[in-house]
């Protein structure tokens, strides 16, 4: 197989795992718990001559899971909105995660830790600061800089710890992978010769 359909395929099956991951429910007290940082550091470290595989990743699999929650949400089925206002935020500080993969420039236990703890707090930071700027743009009668404060507080519990341990928890298992697995086949490719 090419190396190029070989990166389409895992592609979408990484895509394909992390929507349906969106729809597992997690235990009472669990926020953030996800892979989809992982997969933007990964996709951002791994497909640095292919940037566009980067930033699908972890984007194609956020649209077409809200996808899918838009339905349920429209049928009744789900309490979650698969679309709401604001929501064109978060696909560009997915984005921007995709980007602490590109800065990773040894692929290491350290360095990919690092990323791991660096992308969800970029999130965190960036998207809070993002909501506070725009609805005091929109609706800054009530918006002060205590609400921005009280919006980081409530942020919390999505950050801490479940964010930052399933990215790491995530990233170690997908960079893993995908060099366990680039380490099979260069084993079996030198023992069939």
């Given at each position: 197989?090419k190396s190029s359909n070989k990166i389409i395929i895992s592609v979408a ?105 660096a992308a969800p707090t970029l999130f965190y930071i960036l998207s809070n ?65």
């Amino acid at each position: 197989m090419k190396s190029s359909n070989k990166i389409i395929i895992s592609v979408a099956a990484l895509i394909i795992i992390a929507v349906a991951y969106r729809f597992i429910p997690l235990p009472k007290g669990v926020y953030g718990f996800t892979p989809m940082f992982a997969m933007a550091i990964f996709g951002g470290a791994i497909f640095r001559k292919d940037k566009k595989f980067a930033f699908i990743l972890p984007l194609a699999a956020m649209f077409l899971s809200d996808i899918i929650f838009q339905i349920l949400y429209k049928a009744g089925k789900s309490s979650i909105a698969g679309f709401y206002e604001g929501q064109w935020l978060n696909y560009i500080l997915y984005a921007i995660t995709v980007c602490v993969g590109f800065f990773i420039k040894r692929i290491n236990v350290i360095n990919v830790t690092l990323a791991a703890i660096a992308a969800p707090t970029l999130f965190y930071i960036l998207s809070n600061f993002s909501y506070w700027a725009v609805s005091q743009h929109f609706y800054n009668e009530h918006n002060t800089l205590a609400v921005s404060m009280q919006d980081y507080i409530n942020g919390l519990p999505f950050y801490i710890p479940w964010s930052i341990v399933s990215t790491i928890l995530y990233s170690g298992i997908l960079f893993c992978a995908f060099y366990g697995g680039q380490s099979f086949s260069v084993k079996k490719v030198a023992v069939s010769h």
